[in-house]
């Protein structure tokens, strides 16, 4: 039996299908955790949905749609519980999935960050692009994951079965220590949505905290049930935020180089969609970059001390993958 020290919470915004499809395996399978439905001001039937036929749940109402990052932060001023297990709305979970987090937080005082063993809702053979069996970035912040590096997926053999430590863990479902969570102030909410988690993590990882994948714990994931692929919104994000993350979390002595070639190989993914016909994510990238530099000097002033070397897994993913074939995860 699981105790109260787990608060499962799930950030919404006109999901109100979503809550309907995926809530009760979160409310059957979480045993005496509490469950939150943190709400950012929807405009749907989310909150009468959930009065209605989800009663046992807490609900947390947020006055405007601030995204996840700031969603996620305003609502855990609010929660309480020692642990915070961040759900989103399109997962759904199995059986005993909280109780391999708990033995992991109680037993290992330097964890503090878990990601379980995340599948994908319609093929449950395969991973899922956002998380996989854990995170990792190479050199110049791309991040990938054991089980999908860019857009190749790999079935789930149990070849990633092994619990071990990650760079960072996904924000489809995320647990954290509330201290942790509190002493690096949250999610930045400059960011919105898109790669938080991953600088959560980096900051977490320059403070000396350990980030843990555990596939003793499993969940399905729909993915880009919120903002797909094909939007360009969620383009900007990407491009966007990885610069921001760079600025605030690069060592000194690599902040301007590694800069520099990342707007270059931005520059080269912006005539890639060129050449596809998509010219419409070029410009995503082209905004991206301009809210940036509008950005550049309040991040300046997020970077903190001990800024670790030793954040990447491999020099460059992009030439592994798309000049030596690297699609398999390689330790």
């Known amino acids: 039996m699981i105790d109260k020290k787990i608060a499962v919470v799930i950030l919404n915004w006109n999901g109100a299908k979503l809550l309907e499809q995926f809530l009760p395996s979160v409310i059957a399978y979480s045993d005496d ?22 009663p046992s749940i807490t609900i947390i109402q947020n006055d405007g749609n601030y995204g996840f990052a700031k969603g996620y932060n305003l609502a855990l001023q609010q929660v309480e519980e020692e642990y915070y297990a961040l759900v989103n709305s399109d997962i759904e979970v199995t059986k005993n999935w909280l109780a391999p987090m708990l033995k992991i937080f109680d037993s290992e005082a330097n964890i503090g960050i878990i990601q379980p063993k995340i599948l994908d ?13 854990g995170g990792f970035i190479d050199q110049f912040g ?15 053999n149990g070849q ?9 863990a996904s924000g489809a479902c995320f647990f954290i ?36 994948y555990t596939p003793a714990s499993v969940v399905y994931h729909v993915g880009g049930a919120t903002l797909n692929e094909s ?62 530099y509008h950005l550049i000097n309040k991040t300046l002033k997020k970077r903190k001390g001990n800024q670790s070397d030793n954040y990447y897994h491999c020099k460059s993913i992009v030439y592994r993958y798309f000049l030596k074939n690297g699609t398999i995860f390689e330790k």
Request: glycine share 4%.
């Open 33 to 54: 955790a509490k469950i939150y439905v943190a709400d950012n001001a929807s405009t749907d039937n989310s909150i009468a949905v959930i009065k209605e036929k989800f």
């Open 177 to 212: 220590r509330k201290e942790v969570y509190r002493k690096l102030n949250g999610f930045d909410d400059d960011f919105f949505a898109h790669q938080e988690e991953i600088d959560l993590c980096w900051r977490a990882f320059n403070l000396g905290f350990k980030v843990k």
């Open 160 to 168: 990633y079965d092994d619990a071990l430590e990650i760079f960072w």
């Open 121 to 133: 809702y319609k093929n449950k053979e395969y991973f899922e692009y956002a998380g996989a069996a």
């Open 142 to 156: 791309y991040p990938y994951c054991r089980g999908r590096i860019f857009e190749t997926i790999e079935k789930d």
């Open 231 to 292: 939007n360009p919104k969620k383009t900007f994000l990407n491009f966007r935020n990885s610069l921001l993350m760079l600025t605030k979390n690069l060592p000194e002595n690599k902040l301007v180089p590694i800069l520099f070639v990342r707007l270059l190989l931005d520059g080269i993914a912006g005539i890639q969609f060129i050449f596809k016909g998509k010219f419409i994510h070029c410009w995503a990238i082209i905004k991206a970059h301009f809210h940036y």
